[in-house]
């Protein structure tokens, strides 16, 4: 059974194979293709798709930085003591550092 959020309804699983619906030309409204789309599955329309190649590249949240091996093993050690991951710690004293 699969479960579409959206509308709430229930498209149910099968062994038989019903006809599938005309894939319509032109849906008229965003709620008309939302409708099809709640009791259809893609899956029977493979043939009107086509593979695409693309290239995402997502803004990096994060930025790394080298610190010594030596430096890294205290404040792990330290994170461990105040009960937080490293990473956490770190950031919490460059935050400190940079607004004091």
Same mark, same amino acid.
């Given at each position: 059974?699969?479960? %579409?959020?959206? !509308?709430?309804?229930?498209? +149910? ?5 019903? @006809?599938?619906?005309? =894939? #319509? ?13 709640? %009791?259809?599955? !893609?899956?029977?329309?493979? +043939? ?5 190649? @693309?290239?995402?590249? =997502? #803004? ?41």
């Amino acid at each position: 059974m699969i479960w %579409t959020e959206r !509308s709430g309804k229930v498209m +149910e699983k099968n062994n038989e194979t019903p @006809a599938k619906d005309m =894939l #319509p030309e032109n849906f008229g409204s965003i709620e008309a293709f939302w409708d099809f789309w709640d %009791t259809h599955s !893609s899956a029977d329309y493979e +043939e009107f798709t086509e593979s695409v190649e @693309a290239e995402i590249r =997502l #803004p990096s949240q994060k930025v790394y930085c080298a610190i010594a091996k030596d430096l890294f093993t205290q404040v792990k050690t330290e994170a461990r003591l105040q009960g937080v991951s490293s990473e956490t710690l770190i950031n919490l004293w460059v935050k400190e550092k940079v607004s004091g």
